[in-house]
C-alpha cells in the first residue's frame, strides 16, 4: 500500500516569489509520481508527472518537480509564482505494474497568491 | 477530442435514498476510475471498470457499485446514502496500459446528503 503526505496545507506566497509545494511518499513498491492542480469548483488537471529516466520534470507553465528516491520526495517547485497560480495542488502516487491503476492522493496544498 | 464530462454537476438527497451518478470518457479511452473527494480531502480511489467489468476496489462499502457500458461510459450508483457520503465525486477516464501517462479527470458532481 502507498501513502502520500503533502507537509503544508496552505503556503500563502507573494506574486513573483519562488514557491515549494512538499511531498513525500511510502511505498513498498516502485511507484509513478504525479501533481496534479484543481482550481475552484473544477476536476483535476494533470500538471507533471516522473514515470523514469531524469529525475527532474517541468511542465509547460513553468513548474517543476524533482523525483528523489532516498529521501522519498518530489517537491513541486516554481521560481515566480503568479495570481493565476492560486489553486489547489495535490500530489499522488501510482503503483507501477498493478493491475487497477489507482491514484493515491495527498490531502492536498492551497497555493494562495497574494498581489 | 472531448474530454471526460459529468452530470449530473450538484446533486441535493436525503438519508437513505439512492442516487446514480454519470460519467462519459474521454474519446479513445477504455477504463474508467471513480474518486470521491470529501471538503478538503485529497480524492480518494473508489473503483476502476475496464472492460465493462470491476478492476479494482477501494476501501469502500458494497453499497457503493458501479457500471461501464459498451461505450466505455459509466455509472457510479451509491444505495443507502449517509450524511458522510457528501463530497465531489470525480471521474477519470484512461486508456489501459498507458494510464500511466496520466488520467483525465471530469469536473465532478457535488453530492450533498441531509
Known amino acids: 500500500a502507498q501513502s502520500v503526505t503533502q507537509l503544508d496545507s496552505q503556503v500563502p506566497v507573494f506574486e513573483e516569489a519562488p514557491v515549494e509545494l512538499r511531498c513525500n511518499y511510502s511505498s513498498s513498491v516502485s511507484v509513478y509520481l504525479f501533481w496534479y492542480v484543481q482550481y475552484p469548483n473544477q476536476g483535476l488537471q494533470l500538471l507533471l508527472k516522473y514515470l523514469s529516466g531524469s529525475t527532474l520534470v517541468e511542465s509547460i507553465n513553468g513548474f517543476e518537480a524533482e523525483f528523489n528516491k532516498s529521501q522519498t520526495s518530489f517537491h513541486l517547485r516554481k521560481p515566480s509564482v503568479h495570481i493565476s497560480d492560486t489553486a489547489e495542488y495535490f500530489c499522488?502516487?501510482?503503483?507501477?505494474?498493478?493491475?487497477?491503476?489507482?491514484?493515491?492522493f495527498g490531502s492536498g496544498t492551497q497555493l494562495t497568491v497574494l498581489p | 477530442e472531448t474530454g471526460v464530462t459529468q452530470s449530473p454537476t450538484h446533486l441535493i438527497k436525503t438519508r437513505g435514498q439512492q442516487v446514480t451518478l454519470r460519467c462519459s470518457s474521454q474519446?479513445?479511452?477504455?477504463?474508467v476510475s471513480w474518486y470521491q473527494q470529501a471538503l478538503g480531502q485529497g480524492p480518494q480511489f473508489i473503483f476502476q471498470?475496464?472492460?465493462?467489468?470491476?478492476?479494482g476496489r477501494g476501501n469502500f462499502p458494497p453499497r457503493f457499485s458501479g457500471l461501464q457500458f459498451p461505450n466505455y461510459s459509466s455509472e457510479l450508483n451509491v444505495n443507502a446514502l449517509e450524511l458522510d457520503d457528501s463530497a465531489l465525486y470525480l471521474c477519470?477516464?484512461?486508456?489501459?496500459?498507458?494510464?500511466?501517462?496520466?488520467?483525465?479527470f471530469g469536473s465532478g458532481t457535488r453530492l450533498t446528503v441531509v
Open positions: 474519446s479513445g479511452h477504455n477504463t
Open positions: 499522488a502516487v501510482s503503483e507501477m505494474g498493478g493491475s487497477a491503476r489507482q491514484l493515491t
Open positions: 471498470y475496464y472492460r465493462e467489468e470491476e478492476n
Open positions: 477519470a477516464s484512461s486508456l489501459a496500459g498507458q494510464d500511466y501517462y496520466g488520467y483525465t
